[in-house]
T-cell receptor
Framework: DQQVKQNSPSLSVQEGRISILNCDYT??????FLWYKKYPAEGPTFLIS?????DKNEDGRFTVFLNKSAKHLSLHIVPSQPGDSAVYFC??????????FGKGTLLTVNP | NAGVMQNPRHLVRRRGQEARLRCSPM?????VYWYRQLPEEGLKFMVY????????ESGMPKERFSAEFPKEGPSILRIQQVVRGDSAAYFC?????????????FGSGTRLTVV
């Protein structure tokens, strides 16, 4: 039973445009949400996070939006750059230390 | 200022052999977490350790898998009598305190291949 779903295995975007990556979760006990970026043969790198008391968090080109009623979060990258090409994982956590990850979305930014 | 160090990066074992994966946390971090990524899957929690203590091993398979984090030295994830299904990428993360409020720092992983 997948508690965290990233329904798009891949996404292709032109350089300079917006990339929108989506994530849905089912566990209402999750109250902290993170996005990780992963290059091949490397470990995941923390990108941005949001707690359940907020609905938006922005860091440079990256913005995470949280819709608690829909149990949905999204990551917006504006403008997208070729170096952003990677696998993006959504991760959700509760009041403890465990993170539940989605399967990831492969983002390709074309020059 | 080294990050989380994992070794080896790649490990090939024959079925029935033992695999030992090592993780050195970031300096000043005393909390270590192991995650496993099977092919085409997301990362899944395996175990959480502090120095000399296993806090939560609820994600570990019941048999053949064990983990430790001794007072001195790296954390070790040990897999006995490996089978093909153990082939995966194993990632270690560390944090200064319990929890992930600022995002865990992950190592580059150990890619285990069982032949």
């Amino acid at each position: 039973d997948q508690q965290v779903k990233q329904n798009s295995p891949s996404l292709s975007v032109q350089e300079g445009r917006i990339s929108i990556l989506n994530c849905d979760y089912t566990n209402s006990m999750f109250d902290y949400f993170l996005w990780y970026k992963k290059y091949p043969a490397e470990g995941p790198t923390f990108l941005i996070s949001i707690s359940s008391i907020k609905d938006k968090n922005e860091d440079g080109r990256f913005t995470v939006f949280l819709n608690k009623s829909a149990k949905h979060l999204s990551l917006h990258i504006v403008p997208s750059q070729p170096g952003d090409s990677a696998v993006y994982f959504c991760a959700c956590g509760g009041s403890n230390y465990k993170l539940t990850f989605g399967k990831g979305t492969l983002l390709t930014v074309n020059p | 200022n080294a990050g989380v160090m994992q070794n080896p990066r790649h490990l090939v074992r024959r079925r029935g052999q033992e695999a030992r994966l090592r993780c050195s946390p970031m300096k000043g971090h005393s909390h270590v977490y192991w995650y496993r990524q099977l092919p085409e899957e997301g990362l899944k929690f395996m175990v959480y350790l502090q120095k000399e203590n296993i806090i939560d091993e609820s994600g570990m398979p019941k048999e053949r898998f064990s983990a430790e984090f001794p007072k001195e030295g790296p954390s070790i994830l040990r897999i006995q009598q490996v089978v093909r299904g153990d082939s995966a990428a194993y990632f270690c993360a560390s944090s200064p305190d319990r929890g992930f409020n600022y995002g865990y720092t992950f190592g580059s992983g150990t890619r285990l291949t069982v032949v």
